[in-house]
């Protein structure tokens, strides 16, 4: 009751956060939860993380948009549901999973995947949302399943809220560049703003502060800027995208 109570006051993805680890966290234990909504302009669903402890990049990287391998695992064994919740098994991983991204999954002790969503009426492959559960070093028991089959219509209309509220507001992470456009600017724009705030010489923590997220996924963010660019550290990262215009 209390998570249908706070509900309607989450507007931002810090308080979309907050409210999933005060009262979404005892119903579903988690330490990853990658929520994704449909973009029409885009037309695809687009992924992003809330995590409470910190995780290896490959594995984020493994759901980071509808394509990613284990994203598309997820969408694919939901629509065979038939929009039922569904426990996905990590045991046997598919061969689009990279062995980075198995290895990553090993040492977090990912062993099963909690999956829901919501598609649109007599379209059950045509996802509105999807939302995916991973707890470290647990299984998932009927019960887990059950509370997510009764909150799902709440959390479903909280993180299309927050969608909506940040895309008026200008703060929306931008739609991810095509193919071809990535080839020359391998960063996001989120990533881009980070990095702007890193030239300034700004901490984690007041990056974080500024944009109004956690510290620990402005150091995520850092880390895949890192990787993109094959940058040692931070200052090497700035001069190497001045290099390559993309601040």
């Given at each position: 009751?209390r998570?249908?109570?706070?509900?309607?006051?989450?507007?931002?993805?810090?308080?979309?956060?907050?409210w999933?680890?005060?009262?979404?966290?005892?119903?579903?234990?988690?330490?990853?939860?990658?929520?994704?909504?449909?973009?029409?302009?885009?037309?695809?669903?687009?992924?992003?993380?809330?995590?409470?402890?910190?995780?290896?990049?490959?594995?984020?990287?493994?759901?980071?948009?509808?394509?990613?391998?284990?994203?598309?695992?997820?969408?694919?064994?939901?629509?065979?549901?038939?929009?039922?919740?569904?426990?996905?098994?990590?045991?046997?991983?598919?061969?689009?999973?990279?062995?980075?991204?198995?290895?990553?999954?090993?040492?977090?002790?990912?062993?099963?995947?909690?999956?829901?969503?919501?598609?649109?009426?007599?379209?059950?492959a045509?996802?509105?949302?999807?939302?995916?559960?991973?707890?470290?070093?647990?299984?998932?028991?009927?019960?887990?399943?059950?509370?997510?089959?009764?909150?799902?219509?709440?959390?479903?209309?909280?993180?299309?809220?927050?969608?909506?509220?940040?895309?008026?507001?200008?703060?929306?992470?931008?739609?991810?560049?095509a193919?071809?456009?990535?080839?020359?600017?391998?960063?996001?724009?989120?990533?881009?703003?980070?990095?702007?705030?890193?030239?300034?010489?700004?901490?984690?923590?007041?990056?974080?502060?500024?944009?109004?997220?956690?510290?620990?996924?402005?150091?995520?963010?850092?880390?895949?800027?890192?990787?993109?660019?094959?940058?040692?550290?931070?200052?090497?990262?700035?001069?190497?995208?001045?290099?390559?215009?993309?601040?």
């Amino acid at each position: 009751m209390r998570l249908i109570q706070t509900a309607a006051a989450v507007q931002r993805r810090s308080q979309f956060f907050v409210w999933a680890q005060s009262y979404l966290h005892p119903l579903i234990p988690h330490e990853l939860l990658v929520c994704a909504a449909y973009q029409r302009r885009r037309r695809e669903l687009e992924f992003e993380s809330f995590q409470n402890v910190a995780l290896a990049p490959p594995l984020l990287d493994a759901f980071e948009t509808a394509s990613a391998a284990l994203s598309r695992v997820a969408v694919d064994r939901w629509i065979a549901a038939v929009g039922r919740a569904v426990v996905i098994e990590l045991d046997r991983l598919p061969p689009a999973v990279s062995e980075t991204q198995a290895e990553a999954l090993r040492r977090a002790d990912v062993k099963e995947l909690l999956v829901h969503g919501v598609a649109r009426p007599q379209r059950p492959a045509e996802l509105e949302s999807v939302f995916i559960f991973a707890a470290l070093g647990r299984r998932w028991d009927p019960g887990h399943r059950q509370a997510l089959e009764l909150v799902l219509p709440h959390l479903h209309a909280t993180y299309v809220r927050v969608q909506a509220t940040e895309r008026e507001m200008g703060l929306a992470p931008a739609i991810k560049p095509a193919a071809t456009e990535r080839e020359i600017s391998p960063i996001t724009e989120r990533e881009r703003q980070i990095l702007g705030w890193v030239r300034e010489g700004k901490s984690n923590a007041e990056i974080a502060l500024q944009l109004d997220i956690s510290a620990l996924t402005v150091k995520n963010h850092v880390q895949k800027i890192l990787r993109k660019l094959g940058a040692a550290n931070r200052a090497q990262a700035v001069a190497c995208a001045m290099t390559r215009s993309l601040l």
